[in-house]
C-alpha cells in the first residue's frame, strides 16, 4: 500500500470510534466538532491547498445569495469551472495539489451542486405554500434557509469528507437534528458492514502483488499469449474492486457510527437521496430503521447483476444519484443511450481530465445500445430456459466489458489505453458492434414477419368476403 493510502484507511479506521462519540452531542455542540474535526483533517493533509475547497463553498454561497432562481445551473457552473481550474494550476505557476486535496474537492462538488438545488426547491415550495395556504407535499425538503456558517459546516463536516459517500444538506441537518441518537442502530449494523472488509483487504493485497498494473506498461506484457494478456485486466478489475469495496464499506460504516443517514425503514431512502415517503410510525409499534441513504456500494450485485445499466445503479450508489437527479434529467438528447453518453461525460470530466476516464466512461453507452439491441431481438424470442442462457451470457459479457472499461480508468493516458485495448484487439468493442448490428438486422426481420402477417390476415379476410 501507497503511503497515501495508509493516510485514507488511518481516517477511516479512526472515525469510526469518534463517530460513536458523536451520538454524544448536543445539536450546537455536534454541528461544531464536526466542522472543527473536518478542518483538522482538511488542513493536515491539504495543507494551503485547502483554499481551494474553501474558495468553491464561498462562491457556491455568493451565488445563491445572489440568485437562488438560476443558483443551480450557476452552481454546476462554477464547480465544474473550478475543478478545470484545479487541475491545471501548475500552469498559472501554482504548486500542485494534494491528491487528499482532489478528493475533497470531489465530493465538495456534488455537495455545492446539490445545496444550490435544495435551495432552489426551498423557495419555489415556499412561493407555492404561499399562493395555495397549503403546506408543501414534498418529501426531504428544507425547512430554513441555511446560513454561511451551515453551509461551512455541511461542507466540512469530518464524515465521508475524502471518501464519501456524498449526502445531501437536509441528511446532514436531520443528524444534527436526531432527538434521541444513543437509541437508534449503531454496533450492529456497523459490524455488519465492517465483516467482509478484512477479506476484501487482504484480496487486494494479495492479488495485486501478484498482478501489478504497471506491468501491463512494459514491452515484456506483449510478449505474453493472447488470453494471458485477456485474463490480465480480470484480475485488475477485481483488484480495483476489492479495493473499493474495503473503501467504501469503511466509510459507510463511519457514517453508520455517527447515526448519519439513519432513518425508518418506512421512509423507503434512497442512497444520496434519502427519504422518499413522509413516514409516521404507529406508536405502538417497533420502527425499524436502515442506512440506505449513506449507502454507496451494493457488493453482491455489483459483481452479479446482469446488465450493464445495472451494474451502474449498485456502484458508487450515492454518485449515481447525483447524477440521476442533476445531470441526467438536462442532457440534450432524449434517446436513452445518448443520454447516458452524456451522463458518462459528466461523469467523466468529474472523475478528471484523463484521457482514459473519457475512453472507458464513453464505451458504457456502446454496451447498453449492445445488450438492449440483444434483448429486444434475441432474448424477447427466447423461452424460459433460452433465456436463461441467454442471461448467463449476458452477465459473462457484462464483466468483461467492465474489466477493459477499467483499464482506461487506472491507466489513464490514451497511449496506455488504447495499447492494452489493441493488445486484446479491442474484442469487447467489436462484440459491441457486432450486437448492435445482429440486433438492427434481427429487428428488421421481425418487423417484416410483422407486416408479411398482417398482409397475410388482410388477404384472408378479402378472400373469405369473395367466396
Not at 442532457?331 to 470530466?349: C, D, H, K, N, V
Not at 462484440?431 to 398482417?454: F, H, S
Request: hydrophobic share 45%.
Amino acid at each position: 500500500m501507497s503511503p497515501d493510502e495508509l493516510v485514507y484507511l488511518g481516517i477511516l479506521a479512526a472515525s469510526i470510534p469518534v463517530g460513536f462519540l458523536f451520538r454524544y452531542l448536543s445539536p450546537p455542540v455536534k454541528q461544531g466538532a464536526a466542522l472543527l474535526l473536518g478542518l483538522i483533517i482538511s488542513i493536515a493533509t491539504c495543507g494551503i491547498h485547502t483554499l481551494h475547497s474553501l474558495c468553491t463553498v464561498l462562491g457556491t454561497w455568493l451565488i445563491i445569495k445572489i440568485n437562488w432562481r438560476s443558483a443551480p445551473a450557476l452552481s454546476l457552473g462554477w464547480t465544474f469551472l473550478y475543478l478545470l481550474f484545479f487541475r491545471l494550476v501548475t500552469w498559472f505557476g501554482l504548486p500542485q495539489p494534494t491528491p487528499f486535496a482532489n478528493a475533497i474537492q470531489l465530493l465538495l462538488t456534488l455537495k455545492m451542486v446539490s445545496l444550490a438545488n435544495e435551495i432552489q426547491s426551498y423557495h419555489l415550495e415556499k412561493k407555492k405554500e404561499v399562493s395555495t395556504f397549503t403546506k408543501s407535499p414534498v418529501v426531504g425538503g428544507l425547512s430554513h434557509e441555511p446560513s454561511l456558517y451551515d453551509i461551512i459546516s455541511y461542507s466540512y463536516c469530518y464524515v465521508g469528507i475524502m471518501t464519501g459517500p456524498f449526502f445531501r444538506f437536509q441528511t446532514y441537518a436531520d443528524w444534527l437534528q436526531q432527538s434521541s441518537p444513543l437509541s437508534l442502530p449503531g454496533k450492529e449494523p456497523c459490524l455488519q458492514r465492517l465483516k467482509m472488509v478484512p477479506i476484501y483487504g487482504a484480496l487486494f493485497i494479495a492479488v495485486n502483488s501478484v498482478f501489478p498494473l504497471s506491468y501491463v506498461r512494459t514491452d515484456e506484457f506483449l510478449d505474453h499469449n493472447y488470453f494471458y494478456r485477456f485474463f490480465y485486466m480480470v484480475a485488475i478489475f477485481f483488484v480495483f474492486r476489492m479495493r473499493f469495496y474495503s473503501a467504501w464499506c469503511g466509510a459507510e460504516a463511519g457514517c453508520i457510527s455517527a447515526g448519519l443517514g439513519c432513518y425508518p425503514q418506512g421512509a423507503l431512502s434512497k442512497p444520496g437521496g434519502g427519504p422518499t415517503v413522509k413516514y409516521s410510525p404507529d406508536p405502538d409499534t417497533v420502527v425499524e430503521y436502515d442506512f440506505k441513504t449513506i449507502q454507496n456500494i451494493d457488493c453482491y450485485n455489483t459483481d452479479f447483476c446482469v446488465k450493464v445499466r445495472h451494474g451502474m445503479r449498485y456502484w458508487n450508489m450515492t454518485v449515481q444519484w447525483w447524477l440521476h437527479h442533476y445531470i441526467y434529467p438536462n442532457a440534450p438528447f432524449r434517446a436513452y443511450a445518448l443520454r447516458a453518453g452524456w451522463t458518462m461525460l459528466i461523469s467523466a470530466y468529474w472523475h478528471g481530465l484523463h484521457a482514459g476516464y473519457y475512453l472507458s466512461f464513453l464505451t458504457i453507452p456502446l454496451c447498453i445500445a449492445a445488450e438492449s439491441a440483444m434483448e429486444a431481438s434475441v432474448r424477447a424470442r427466447l423461452g424460459p430456459t433460452g433465456q436463461n442462457v441467454f442471461d448467463w451470457i449476458h452477465w459473462f459479457l457484462k464483466m468483461r466489458a467492465y474489466d477493459c472499461m477499467c483499464m482506461g480508468f487506472v491507466l489513464l493516458k490514451a497511449s496506455d489505453t488504447i495499447n492494452y485495448w489493441s493488445s486484446i484487439y479491442f474484442i469487447i468493442h467489436i462484440i459491441a458492434v457486432v450486437c448492435i448490428g445482429v440486433g438492427q438486422v434481427m429487428k428488421g426481420g421481425k418487423k417484416r414477419e410483422r407486416r408479411d402477417g398482417v398482409e397475410g390476415l388482410k388477404e384472408d379476410v378479402v378472400r373469405e368476403k369473395a367466396e
